[in-house]
């Protein structure tokens, strides 16, 4: 039978990311959706919904004797997470691009501070935990999406203008987590505490 | 002194040059204004507990300097009302 209460609809999305380490893990299930995760940093507004993607490219052995193949062997693999992150913020555009540095001038008493990021000659290679937190509309309990070794690889725009938010866009590539095993992704479906 | 763990690679705090990781001298009071104005940056406290959530969920002496800074703190979008269970 169909059941409407499984169908996943919502608002109620949060996005955080954290530096890739050791030991980077999911909230415990005693955290409820909306509760701030320790440690991760929250990413704000999105627009356009959070994305997972995953796709596993197989190459054709055929056989003159088999009209389909014999077999499918594994090529290539793929997986991405997505987001548009609606705030601008200078965390956002380091955490987006994965590169540059940053440096900040706190403000003193009547004097205005600043942050700089800057974009210098060489590429880095900088590694982060990605995560969404989304509320379950249906059990009203949470689904956790984590990517655990993810790198930046989504080209980088914003337009600012006065009819829409300048957006960041945030795509990262999953790799093998050296730090946990070669983990990939996890998505885990918190399901309620029993009477 | 609260101990910088936030991600600017260089925290200038009155002319000098504080890295992650550094005990800064910074009131959390201008600590506060930094982390609402950016996710960037994070500190800790002496007893080892994040600024942001001493301030969002701390004890009641810090309820004033959380009520300071509450209206633009980094938070999730409000939940929508509780789904009805089957």
């Given at each position: 039978?169909?059941?409407?209460?499984k169908?996943?609809?919502?608002?109620?999305?949060?996005f955080?990311?954290?530096?890739?380490?050791?030991?980077?893990?999911?909230?415990?299930?005693?955290?409820?959706?909306?509760?701030?995760?320790?440690?991760?940093?929250?990413?704000?507004?999105?627009?356009?919904g959070?994305?997972?993607?995953?796709?596993?490219?197989?190459g054709?052995?055929?056989?003159?004797?088999?009209?389909?193949?014999v077999?499918?062997?594994?090529?290539?693999?793929?997986?991405?997470?997505?987001?548009?992150?609606?705030?601008?913020?200078?965390?956002?555009?380091?955490?987006?691009?994965?590169q540059?540095?940053?440096?900040?001038?706190?403000?003193?008493?009547?004097?205005?501070?600043?942050?700089?990021w800057?974009?210098?000659?060489?590429?880095?290679?900088?590694?982060?935990?990605?995560?969404?937190?989304?509320?379950?509309q249906?059990?009203?309990?949470?689904?956790?999406?984590?990517?655990?070794?993810t790198q930046?690889?989504g080209?980088?725009?914003?337009?600012f203008?006065?009819?829409?938010?300048?957006?960041?866009?945030?795509?990262v590539?999953?790799?093998?987590?050296?730090?946990?095993?070669g983990?990939?992704?996890?998505?885990?479906?918190?399901?309620?505490?029993?009477? | 002194?609260?101990?910088y763990t936030?991600?600017?690679?260089?925290?200038?705090?009155?002319?000098?040059?504080?890295?992650?990781?550094?005990?800064?001298?910074?009131?959390?009071?201008?600590?506060?204004v930094?982390?609402?104005?950016?996710?960037?940056h994070?500190?800790e406290?002496?007893?080892?507990?994040?600024?942001?959530?001493?301030?969002?969920?701390g004890?009641?002496?810090?309820?004033?300097?959380?009520?300071?800074?509450?209206?633009?703190l980094?938070?999730?979008?409000?939940?929508?009302a509780?789904?009805?269970?089957?």
């Amino acid at each position: 039978m169909p059941d409407q209460s499984k169908v996943l609809v919502t608002r109620d999305l949060i996005f955080y990311y954290k530096v890739s380490a050791s030991g980077n893990a999911l909230p415990a299930d005693t955290v409820e959706w909306g509760t701030a995760w320790s440690t991760w940093t929250d990413g704000g507004y999105t627009q356009g919904g959070l994305g997972f993607n995953a796709e596993i490219s197989r190459g054709e052995v055929r056989m003159d004797q088999s009209l389909d193949p014999v077999a499918r062997p594994a090529t290539g693999r793929t997986v991405t997470m997505t987001a548009n992150l609606g705030e601008f913020d200078l965390a956002s555009l380091v955490t987006a691009t994965g590169q540059g540095s940053v440096s900040t001038t706190a403000p003193s008493s009547g004097v205005r501070g600043h942050t700089d990021w800057t974009m210098g000659q060489t590429v880095a290679d900088n590694y982060y935990s990605v995560a969404f937190d989304i509320l379950h509309q249906g059990d009203d309990e949470a689904v956790r999406v984590a990517g655990w070794h993810t790198q930046p690889t989504g080209a980088q725009q914003w337009t600012f203008g006065p009819e829409n938010a300048a957006l960041t866009p945030f795509v990262v590539s999953l790799f093998p987590d050296p730090n946990g095993s070669g983990r990939v992704a996890t998505i885990r479906d918190i399901i309620e505490a029993a009477a | 002194m609260l101990k910088y763990t936030g991600r600017a690679d260089v925290l200038t705090v009155d002319g000098k040059d504080y890295k992650p990781g550094d005990n800064v001298p910074i009131s959390e009071e201008l600590a506060a204004v930094l982390i609402k104005h950016s996710r960037l940056h994070s500190f800790e406290t002496p007893k080892g507990q994040d600024l942001l959530d001493k301030l969002t969920g701390g004890t009641p002496e810090d309820s004033a300097l959380a009520s300071a800074m509450a209206p633009a703190l980094p938070s999730a979008p409000a939940p929508a009302a509780p789904a009805t269970r089957k």
